[in-house]
């Protein structure tokens, strides 16, 4: 069956770019006498020579995998040279890799449209340049060629070795009669090309590359000729493309729903999807996926590059191979410290260069069980709102996993002890943040906030909620990448993966830093979460207990006052307006909610505590029946105090009295800066 070309409206040119073997050449730019040679970075672990995560091209001439470990690889190559990743705090740190990769993107971002989509790749949205170019200088006008261009390969291009094939890529770029499809593709292959190069002069990385019309054929693209290539991908091409492609090897779909697609339709490749008709699909997979099927069957797909250079999240995670499994609770403490003072470390840098805020704290662990025959039930993945501050990360992260660990090992498994009743393992913890948002301009009065937060004492976490990790064809399609966004990853075989699932652990024994968008799926609900500190759950609140709880007062006041937010729903009505973000900066008549942010954390008169007073009448809208006691303590103390003010009307405070001198509590005084 003919796969049709898309009636978009637009046709639009997508590179994605992929760096080589990418922490091997960091660590080769570091000592250029290894260039060259056969080497491989391998994690911080020392058993059997330490897990590959990273392996050069010579290297893998020679055999040697990433699923291989040190000792296994100088078996099959004695001459490798494997070269351990930096360690920090007992753990891999990506930092050295993090910034390499900035240093890209910082390079390929002036061409256009760019997203940062993993620690090493990149998507571009080159339309614009490329019509430019079509209309300036058309590769036909051109008098010459640069050999990086012509070294390209063009799918469904007939091409014969040498020199001749050089010729027949010029002819192909040239060609008169080309639709304007094709005509583009040749703009945005002479446009990578000269990009990739400028990659190399400035950073001496060398990336491949795919150009397509869409993103996902532009990824499938940048892998098939590595290393230092690049492959482009006309119209005319897809089908072929698509037909031989195993439906695992298409991003979204390694996991279950390939799965399934396998055995209960029988479908091979992505072309054998072709025969089946969007009604079919939808019967079995539901309306959008089903849709969504039909479409990369004819490699339509509507995903636009996000304009976005910085992660969506930020994680940090261990694993912990075979004996090295954590078994007892203090253990299992040490490491999320480790892992919870790295999170907040990246987080206030986040904070301090980007002015950027994260708002959710999830834990994920990788388990089993080894005296029972359910082994293989998944440990929970829990999130709560998160505190910023090391010590409050730490302790969170850490009720986080004694509320998962009840739920995973039931209410009578658990001995705090530790000792040899234990039947649990852990294998993998990771802790991440995300919901990241920019804040307003003039934060650096919160930056010292949250500073002089860390090393205060803090309290118990509460309210966190169960990740319910969605597993269902729908779900997958909120997924975007699989692995991406600032970090190292434990997934090699997981890459297309469907699954938002925890990281694969147990197979990639490695160090990792999470993925950030590995669980875009999560459909986050409340549940009962902290029993030991007995807090009134979300669920309890949406069903009005809490509201016993919190008492009477509460409905007294709900007439007179419309409460306080957290500092997590600041930020969350910020997110809704974080595309104002201009406006609230530079345009005094913005849109309230952004304009309350940034009023809140800069201003410091009375003129403006009054303002605060009116909008919080206005636009503060926070039920009181629905705080319950978990948000109020997720509240800096002072804060809480003047909450539960709110609870008592005779002692009510006032915000509009509020001189802003630092000794009235107020949300306001809570975004001033720190007085020491
Ligand atoms: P990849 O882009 O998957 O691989 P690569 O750049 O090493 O090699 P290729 O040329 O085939 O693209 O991963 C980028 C980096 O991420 C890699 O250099 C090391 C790190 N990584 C891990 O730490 N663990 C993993 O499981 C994978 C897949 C990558």
């Not at 190292?488 to 160090?511: G, H, I, Q, R, W």
Request: glycine share 6%; charged share 25%; proline share 4%.
């Amino acid at each position: 069956m003919p796969v049709a070309r898309p009636e978009t409206s637009e046709t639009r040119v997508i590179a994605h770019v992929d760096m080589d073997c990418f922490y091997v050449q960091v660590e080769q730019r570091k000592q250029p006498e290894l260039r060259g040679l056969p080497t491989a970075v391998v994690q911080y672990n020392e058993w059997q020579g330490g897990g590959l995560i990273a392996v050069s091209y010579e290297a893998r001439k020679c055999g040697v995998k990433r699923s291989m470990r040190g000792d296994e690889a100088k078996f099959a190559c004695p001459e490798i040279q494997l070269v351990q990743v930096p360690v920090a705090r007992g753990k891999a740190d990506l930092n050295l890799y993090r910034s390499a990769g900035s240093e890209v993107v910082s390079i390929l971002a002036q061409s256009g449209k760019c997203e940062r989509a993993s620690i090493d790749e990149v998507y571009l949205d080159l339309t614009d340049a490329a019509e430019r170019m079509l209309a300036d200088a058309p590769p036909e006008s051109l008098e010459s060629m640069d050999e990086e261009v012509l070294k390209s390969h063009i799918l469904g291009m007939s091409r014969e070795d040498g020199d001749d094939c050089k010729e027949s890529v010029r002819d192909w770029m040239c060609r008169r009669d080309a639709d304007h499809g094709d005509k583009l593709l040749s703009c945005g292959i002479i446009i990578v090309a000269e990009l990739r190069k400028q990659v190399l002069k400035e950073t001496e990385f060398t990336c491949s590359a795919g150009i397509a019309h869409n993103k996902m054929l532009a990824k499938l693209a940048s892998g098939m000729n590595k290393p230092a290539q690049q492959t482009g991908v006309p119209y005319s091409a897809v089908q072929e493309l698509l037909s031989s492609l195993p439906i695992k090897k298409m991003k979204q779909l390694g996991g279950k729903l390939g799965t399934s697609l396998q055995n209960d339709l029988g479908v091979d490749t992505v072309g054998d999807l072709l025969q089946f008709s969007e009604t079919k699909l939808q019967e079995h997979y539901g309306i959008n996926t089903g849709t969504w099927l039909w479409n990369i069957a004819r490699g339509i797909s509507g995903e636009e590059v996000q304009g976005r250079l910085l992660p969506k999240s930020h994680g940090s995670g261990k694993t912990f191979p075979g004996p090295r499994a954590l078994k007892s609770l203090s253990t299992v403490q040490h490491w999320l410290n480790q892992l919870s003072e790295e999170l907040s470390e990246r987080l206030s840098s986040d904070l301090e260069q980007n002015k950027r805020i994260a708002s959710t704290l999830t834990l994920h662990a990788s388990a089993f069980r080894s005296r029972d025959s359910d082994s293989h039930k998944k440990f929970p993945s829990k999130s709560c709102p998160l505190r910023y501050g090391a010590i409050k990360i730490q302790e969170d992260a850490f009720n986080l996993f004694q509320a998962a660990l009840r739920e995973y090992i039931g209410p009578f498994g658990i001995n705090p002890q530790g000792n040899k009743k234990e039947t649990w393992r852990i294998t993998g913890l990771s802790v991440s943040a995300s919901k990241i948002v920019d804040i307003p301009s003039g934060t650096s009065s919160i930056t010292r906030y949250f500073q002089s937060q860390s090393t205060a004492p803090s309290h118990s976490a509460d309210g966190c909620v169960q990740e319910h990790v969605a597993m269902t064809p729908s779900a997958s399609e909120g997924c975007s990448e699989q692995r991406s966004t600032e970090t190292e990853v434990a997934m090699p075989e997981e890459d297309t993966s469907v699954t938002c699932t925890l990281p694969n652990f147990e197979n990639s024994y490695k160090d990792i830093d999470l993925v950030s968008e590995k669980f875009p799926c999560q459909d986050v609900v409340s549940c009962p979460s902290n029993e030991a500190t007995d807090i009134p759950t979300q669920s309890e609140s949406n069903k009005g207990t809490q509201a016993k709880r919190i008492g009477q007062k509460i409905n007294n006041l709900k007439e007179k006052n419309r409460g306080i937010p957290s500092i997590v729903d600041i930020f969350k009505n910020y997110s809704a307006t974080a595309s104002s973000k201009q406006e609230t900066q530079e345009d005094s008549t913005v849109s309230s909610t952004s304009k309350r942010v940034n009023f809140s954390i800069s201003s410091h008169n009375s003129e403006v505590n009054q303002e605060v007073e009116e909008r919080r009448e206005t636009d503060w809208g926070y039920k009181l029946d629905e705080i319950d006691q978990s948000v109020l303590d997720e509240l800096p103390v002072e804060i809480q105090r003047e909450v539960r003010s709110f609870m008592r009307p005779n002692k009510r405070f006032n915000v509009g009295k509020s001189k802003g001198d630092g000794s009235a509590s107020s949300i306001a005084h809570y975004f001033q800066p720190l007085k020491r």
